[in-house]
């Protein structure tokens, strides 16, 4: 009878009326909500990228390593080659995560090959990066299953410039040479700036190589090959035999870019 009676007290509620183990189930079931949906949102951090050749945006300051350098993360406003765009905030989910019939379609467009990850955009829209002879490649996938592949990103060359030697008249003559260190073949290296210390300025030679300039033999380059040519400058008010040293802004096809410094003892 007694047990009864503790029965009827836990069955014989009025409508709408929550026990105490209703009240801490609900929080815990808000908790591990609140939980799910948070801790993703963590992820969703933009950050820097460079338009690339394929108008798209690559990323190219990551809050999250290395690892994203160079990979796609969004449309590049249409920006022109070279410029800076703002990375989308994706979130990073997985495969099983995904409603299916754009699970399906990403799978189809993958055509087997291994899926390196998935990033949703705050547009619902899906990145999917995967692997196809060993190459990252990536494709988007919005809400209504339209498909779009991103052009792969070019692949920039290593270039370096050298110092060879100088010659000190009325102005300094510095031999340099730039060479492609690969991986591939480069084309149309085109210095855009040249600034120096110590007071040297980049003085151009009867109206030769003005700035911006193609370095001479530099339209198209092999991998490993060499190119030489010189450079003139001055230093107004100065003597010419102090070393100093010059940073070197260059450009390649149409998106690689870069800077260098270079010491002229």
Known sequence: MERLRDDLRVTDRRPGEMLECDIVTAMKISYLIQTVLVIPMVLAVAHGGTVNGNGCC??????????????????????????????????????????????????????????????????????????????????????????????????????????????????????????????????????????????????PQNGLLKIPFVVPGAATMMKNATTGFNVFLTRPGGPLNAPFSCTINWTEGSSCKGIQVLNIP
């Open 58 to 203: 690559y990323g190219t300051d990551p809050p999250d390593g290395k690892a994203n350098v160079g990979k796609y993360c969004g449309k590049g406003g249409g920006g022109a080659s070279g410029a800076s765009c703002q990375c989308g905030a994706f979130i990073a989910v997985q495969l099983p995560g995904v409603q299916l019939n754009l699970r399906s379609i990403m799978l189809e467009q993958a055509q087997g090959a291994e899926i390196k990850g998935i990033f949703k955009g705050i547009d619902n829209t899906y990145a999917v990066e995967y692997l196809l002879n060993g190459e990252s490649r990536v494709f988007i996938v919005d809400a209504t299953g339209k498909v779009e592949h991103v052009p792969p990103a070019p692949t920039c060359p290593n270039l370096n410039f050298a110092f060879q030697s100088r010659a000190n008249s009325s102005v300094v003559n510095a031999s340099l040479a730039l060479t492609d260190k690969g991986p591939g073949s480069a084309s149309n290296v085109k210095v855009t700036s040249i600034a120096c210390t110590s007071g040297f300025v980049y003085t």
